[in-house]
């Protein structure tokens, strides 16, 4: 008997995260909602329906990836991971905030892919089959005033998707990047209305995105459509990136 398919999609209880989960069960995938926040990843879970289910998961700690991995391993076969959990930080400058604030940032937003990754390719590896896509952002290729935590850890997300994807390019597991420019999701309040003007006067077609425009991207990375794209990074800026 065939194993399900399933895709574990990190920070899916809201935003990005929850539109890529419910773009990749519209495709024929269970979902794994794995978020820190285990309440809100139950209640999204219940809302996207059967094909759906919750893990509590702390991405920045190895434990709780294993366990994870170990959950949703005894329900099918782990094809598709998203790693799109992460935080925005505080917007100020970099002599204003905190070292424990660069760290929260680091912690979540590129550790806990690197983390990710290695949990899952494995078992990929061993099947000969496996799609990676890691949510960076136009900010790793840029830097954004006010946010060198964050640009710092999406700069840091592409180089370690470059890294990875050669690393197995020839085991039948493709891991790409991509890099939204600000989206209309609830990170937006995490930063100041001064810092989300900025982002959206970049963006030459003069809108932020909405989280289902990068959900059909990220599912077509999580296709077996892709097959000669790893190591990628797949911009989806309204026109703002240059490179």
């Known amino acids: ?24 069960i519209s495709d024929g995938m269970a979902v794994a909602i794995a978020d820190v926040d285990a309440e809100a990843a139950e209640t999204a879970a219940g ?11 702390d991405v920045t700690s190895p434990q709780s990836w294993e366990h994870a991995v170990e959950i949703v391993s005894e329900r099918g076969s782990i094809d598709a991971l998203v790693n799109c959990a992460g935080i925005a930080g505080r917007s100020a400058p970099s002599w204003e905030l905190s070292f424990e ?21 494995p078992g990929m590896m ?8 890691n949510i960076a952002s136009i900010a790793g ?11 710092a850890a999406k700069s840091g997300v592409i180089g370690v998707t470059k890294s990875l994807a050669k690393e197995v390019a020839t085991s039948g597991v493709l891991i790409n990047a991509v890099t939204p420019a600000v989206i209309e999701t609830e990170m937006l309040q995490q930063m ?3 810092h989300v003007a900025y982002m959206t006067s970049r963006i030459p077609m003069g809108r932020v995105g909405q989280p289902e425009e990068v959900a059909a991207l990220v599912s077509f990375l999580c296709s077996r ?3 000669f ?3 990628a990074v797949f911009d989806i800026s309204g026109g703002r990136a240059t490179y």
């Open 126 to 133: 061993e099947r000969g089959y496996g799609r990676i896509v």
């Open 101 to 121: 604030e660069w760290q929260q940032v680091i912690a979540i937003d590129l550790t806990g892919v690197w983390l990710g990754c290695r949990a899952v390719i």
């Open 225 to 227: 459509e892709v097959s």
């Open 192 to 194: 100041t209305p001064e």
């Open 229 to 231: 794209s790893t190591g």
């Open 1 to 24: 008997m065939t194993q399900p398919s399933i895709a574990i999609v990190t920070g899916s209880a809201r935003g990005i995260g929850y539109a890529i989960a419910q773009r990749l």
């Open 141 to 151: 290729k840029e830097g954004n005033p006010n946010a060198s935590p964050y640009s």
């Open 47 to 57: 809302h996207l329906g059967e094909h759906a289910f919750s893990i509590p998961l």
